[in-house]
């Protein structure tokens, strides 16, 4: 079948990306899905930084790659053995395809899943190579196995969560990847206890999830930090009791009494690492999320592990088990501790990717929602 897909054919850091448009919607040839694979209708993707790394190259994929990855859509054909979905389903795309069987996903780490590393550095599926081709008859990429900024994909079903009918489109994109990773650091990977104090830097749609786990899970207080007064304010809507300028962190350690219990680092920067390894108490828990470039070191006093008993932890996809987590957060997001609502700063037709690129990369949004069945403004 045809397909139109936002494709990236080389990075890019010349910007504005609305003017440089360093990704272009193609028409594709998709292949049928294979034993243990699921032809999805994509209903709504969202833009995560992750999309804006591969585009810059702070990300190294394989090129050309449909983008995307962060999304939803409505099942309409299955391939052989496939059993747990039908037509006409609602589902979560997951971007770590566990395969159930290697050490990680044995050991209940299904986001470490060793199959699912290789497949999607490959930028294939975890049942085969890529079904993407272009006019020319070239193989295309997938991104982390779901290349969600299309009209319709292929996955492996092991990429796929069966979500209510109920749950409006823009906020399920969600769950797949922001809510998982930000949520996921909070409750699964720091363990954070009710009353533990929680600061949060970088306020994207991983770190206010990040706040909405803290909130969810009792913390107080929970510290927000970010250089934009408007995510800043956005972060107290959603729950955190106080918010912070990076130049005005200090003041944590003093409203902590001494140091947070939890920091998240949720942007991806060694300086910012060592600054929440400086604002958590003796016997604190750092837990980084940002996804930092490739070549950036960390540079950290070793005394504070041993001689403080701090722990720097990193957390990929935020230690989810997505069939059991994307349930259980969608039921917090019901009785309304998780308002992920909030974040959606706008929706967009496929053809404006670049736009919402470059809105992304200028800070001014959170999570911008593209509508793929739409392919442009009339």
Same mark, same amino acid.
């Given at each position: 079948?045809? /397909? *139109?897909?936002?494709?990236?054919?080389?990075?890019?850091?010349? *910007?504005?990306?609305?003017?440089?448009?360093?990704?272009?919607?193609?028409?594709?040839? $998709?292949?049928?899905?294979?034993?243990?694979? &699921?032809?999805?209708? %994509?209903?709504?993707?969202?833009?995560?930084?992750?999309?804006?790394?591969?585009?810059?190259?702070?990300?190294?994929?394989? $090129?050309?790659?449909?983008?995307?990855?962060?999304?939803?859509? &409505?099942?309409?054909?299955?391939?052989? @053995?496939?059993?747990?979905?039908?037509?006409?389903?609602?589902?979560?795309?997951?971007?770590?395809?566990?395969? @159930?069987?290697?050490?990680?996903?044995?050991?209940? =780490?299904?986001?470490?899943?060793?199959?699912?590393?290789?497949?999607?550095?490959?930028?294939? $599926? $975890?049942?085969?190579? #890529?079904?993407?081709?272009?006019?020319?008859?070239?193989?295309?990429?997938?991104?982390?196995?779901?290349?969600?900024?299309?009209?319709?994909?292929?996955?492996?079903?092991? #990429?796929?969560?069966?979500?209510?009918?109920?749950?409006?489109?823009?906020?399920?994109?969600?769950? @797949?990847?922001?809510?998982?990773?930000?949520?996921?650091?909070?409750?699964?990977?720091?363990?954070? =206890?009710?009353?533990?104090?929680? !600061?949060?830097?970088?306020?994207?749609?991983?770190?206010?999830?990040?706040?909405?786990?803290?909130?969810?899970?009792?913390?107080?207080?929970?510290?927000?930090?970010?250089?934009?007064?408007?995510?800043?304010?956005?972060?107290?809507?959603?729950?955190?009791?106080?918010?912070?300028?990076?130049?005005?962190?200090?003041? !944590?350690?003093?409203? /902590?009494?001494? @140091?947070?219990?939890?920091? &998240?680092?949720?942007?991806?920067?060694?300086?910012?690492?060592?600054?929440?390894?400086?604002?958590?108490?003796?016997?604190? *828990?750092?837990?980084?999320?940002?996804?930092?470039?490739?070549?950036?070191?960390?540079?950290?006093?070793?005394?504070?592990?041993?001689?403080?008993?701090?722990?720097? %932890?990193?957390?990929?996809?935020?230690?989810? +088990?997505?069939?059991?987590?994307?349930?259980?957060?969608?039921?917090?997001? =019901?009785?309304?501790?998780?308002?992920?609502?909030?974040?959606? /700063?706008?929706?967009?037709?496929?053809?404006? +990717?670049?736009?919402?690129?470059?809105?992304?990369?200028?800070?001014?949004? %959170?999570?911008?929602?593209?509508? /793929? #069945?739409?392919?442009?403004?009339?």
């Amino acid at each position: 079948m045809k /397909t *139109r897909a936002a494709v990236l054919r080389g990075t890019s850091v010349s *910007r504005p990306y609305s003017s440089t448009r360093p990704v272009e919607v193609e028409e594709l040839s $998709l292949g049928a899905p294979r034993e243990g694979e &699921v032809l999805v209708r %994509i209903a709504a993707a969202s833009l995560c930084h992750s999309d804006l790394s591969v585009v810059n190259g702070d990300r190294v994929r394989p $090129l050309p790659m449909a983008l995307g990855h962060e999304a939803v859509g &409505v099942v309409e054909e299955t391939g052989p @053995g496939v059993r747990r979905f039908a037509a006409g389903d609602h589902v979560a795309l997951v971007f770590v395809p566990s395969c @159930g069987f290697c050490r990680d996903c044995a050991a209940g =780490r299904p986001a470490l899943c060793e199959r699912a590393a290789a497949a999607n550095g490959s930028g294939g $599926l $975890l049942h085969g190579p #890529s079904l993407l081709t272009d006019a020319s008859g070239a193989p295309v990429h997938h991104q982390l196995g779901v290349s969600a900024f299309s009209e319709h994909a292929v996955l492996a079903q092991e #990429s796929l969560v069966a979500i209510p009918k109920d749950v409006p489109f823009a906020v399920a994109s969600m769950f @797949g990847c922001a809510v998982l990773t930000g949520a996921g650091a909070v409750i699964n990977t720091a363990s954070v =206890r009710p009353g533990e104090s929680v !600061v949060v830097y970088g306020l994207g749609g991983v770190g206010l999830s990040a706040v909405l786990g803290a909130r969810a899970a009792g913390a107080y207080p929970v510290v927000a930090v970010d250089p934009v007064p408007e995510k800043r304010e956005l972060a107290l809507w959603l729950g955190a009791s106080h918010a912070f300028a990076p130049e005005e962190a200090g003041a !944590v350690r003093e409203l /902590t009494g001494g @140091g947070a219990g939890v920091a &998240v680092e949720a942007v991806g920067s060694p300086k910012v690492m060592a600054d929440a390894l400086s604002a958590v108490a003796r016997g604190g *828990r750092v837990v980084s999320v940002g996804l930092p470039a490739p070549d950036r070191v960390l540079e950290v006093p070793a005394l504070a592990f041993a001689g403080e008993g701090k722990s720097l %932890i990193g957390s990929y996809m935020g230690d989810a +088990v997505p069939r059991r987590d994307i349930p259980r957060f969608l039921d917090l997001w =019901r009785a309304g501790l998780m308002p992920v609502e909030l974040m959606h /700063t706008g929706t967009l037709p496929l053809a404006d +990717v670049n736009t919402a690129l470059e809105e992304l990369a200028s800070g001014r949004a %959170i999570r911008q929602v593209l509508d /793929t #069945s739409v392919l442009s403004v009339a």
